[in-house]
């Protein structure tokens, strides 16, 4: 990549949706951190920030960065939406402030905890299966089978169509990013997938004792309307699965590439929690969102103006030497906290507890069974516009 330096402002025609870079963003995460605070992406005139800090101080002024005219590559105050928007991911404040707070409350960590002997059952027949099984695919029979049984049991969905979740995830993440090869290709079925999530999100459809019903309860109460309560249920079915997927499975990567760091992880257990975070830094299932400016604002000396779209890289944040040592290294035993894979401010992720829950109850069965991983076979990405993450780990364990 070149950065051409002989203007105002870092300028690159780097295209950071291209399977190129998709495939390897970490060089050019790089190129871009060294190029400036902020860089002008010349081939789709937009702002790029790729260091710790400015990212960082990015979404936590919600005022200059907003999320109300989407936070995806498209201007939503230009060109109508794919879907109407979220009324929390895609809100500002005081829509966003009211949205928020009815999730905050149904996914606080001390509201979540109550499904943990839950996961962690499921999370133990699941690993007991596949390590009888010996080989399997990580991504289709755990990153994917797990968070495909759980999350929707705890949500409270019926069984049938369950199918259409992985789709429509990938529509919502590829629709971040350009009308590119990837979002056309995760398009091609949405009518149905759209329908059957739609209609997932009702009142009548969800569980008595779910996750989903619990946003309704609102609604008795005078918090949400009708209408808003299913869009909350189906920002749930949304951000819900993929995210987890591809994070599940980029930890089996990252254990299975680096076998050393599963051996400090089960000689000790209560680093479980920590290597987590740790895989959530090195390699971010979230690469990216967008922001669009309110107003005129200053970054390190370069001047963006009044509505311009800012594409924060919070996976290139997550490895900046500014703020991490050797931060190319997966080391579980490093203090991750303050990683940007969550991001951070009034947008910080409202599900990160349910993240956790599953990330601790898989891992926490396969060290208790689990002495090694091993690829089997070349793993093959599945590309994304917005997410990182694995089509097929072919693995071989060793059980304890
Ligand atoms: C964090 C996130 C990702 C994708 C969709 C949504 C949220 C939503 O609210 O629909």
Redesign the pocket.
């Known amino acids: 990549m070149s950065i051409d330096m002989t203007v105002d402002r870092p300028v690159s025609t780097i295209d950071p949706f291209s399977h190129g870079f998709l495939g390897d963003p970490y060089p050019h995460h790089e190129a871009m951190r060294e190029a400036g605070p902020v860089v002008w992406l010349e081939p789709y005139g937009i702002w790029a920030m790729a260091r710790h800090q400015e990212v960082r101080d990015a979404l936590t002024d919600w005022e200059t960065y907003c999320s109300g005219a989407g936070v995806g590559l498209s201007d939503f105050r230009k060109e109508p939406p794919w879907r109407p928007p979220?009324?929390?991911?895609?809100a500002d404040p005081p829509l966003h402030t009211r949205t928020r707070a009815v999730l905050t409350r149904i996914l606080s960590p001390a509201a979540i905890n109550v499904l943990r002997e839950t996961f962690a059952r499921e999370a133990d027949a699941l690993i007991d299966r596949l390590v009888e099984q010996r080989e399997f695919d990580g991504v289709a029979d755990l990153a994917e089978a797990y968070p495909l049984k759980v999350f929707p049991d705890a949500v409270g969905i019926s069984e049938q169509g369950r199918e259409n979740l992985m789709p429509y995830?990938t529509m919502?993440?590829n629709s971040f990013g350009p009308r590119n090869d990837l979002f056309d290709k995760a398009m091609a079925n949405a009518g149905p997938v759209r329908e059957w999530i739609m209609s997932k999100c009702s009142r009548a459809a969800l569980a008595p004792d779910g996750l989903g019903i619990k946003i309704f309860h609102a609604v008795d109460a005078g918090e949400l309307s009708e209408d808003e309560a299913g869009m909350?249920v189906?920002?749930f079915l949304?951000?819900g699965i993929d995210?987890t997927v591809y994070g599940l499975g980029n930890a089996l990567y990252c254990f299975a590439s680096n076998p050393e760091q599963w051996t400090v992880l089960r000689e000790n257990p209560n680093l479980v929690r920590g290597s987590f975070e740790e895989v959530l830094r090195f390699e971010s299932p979230?690469q990216t969102f967008f922001r669009t400016t309110t107003k005129p604002v200053d970054v390190g000396g370069v001047r963006i103006g009044d509505g311009e779209k800012v594409l924060l890289f919070l996976a290139a944040a997550n490895r900046d030497p500014r703020r991490w040592e050797r931060p190319d290294t997966f080391d579980v035993r490093r203090r991750a906290a303050g990683h940007m894979t969550f991001g951070t401010g009034i947008?910080g992720?409202?599900?990160q507890a349910v993240a956790r829950l599953e990330s601790e109850a898989i891992f926490g069965a396969l060290a208790k069974r689990v002495v090694s991983f091993e690829l089997t076979g070349q793993p093959e990405r599945r590309l994304n516009n917005t997410l990182r993450g694995f089509d097929t780990l072919p693995l071989r364990i060793k059980a304890a």
Do not use: D, M, N, P
């Open positions: 979220s009324i929390i991911l895609e995830g919502v993440f909350l189906r920002s949304s951000a995210t979230v947008h992720c409202v599900g």
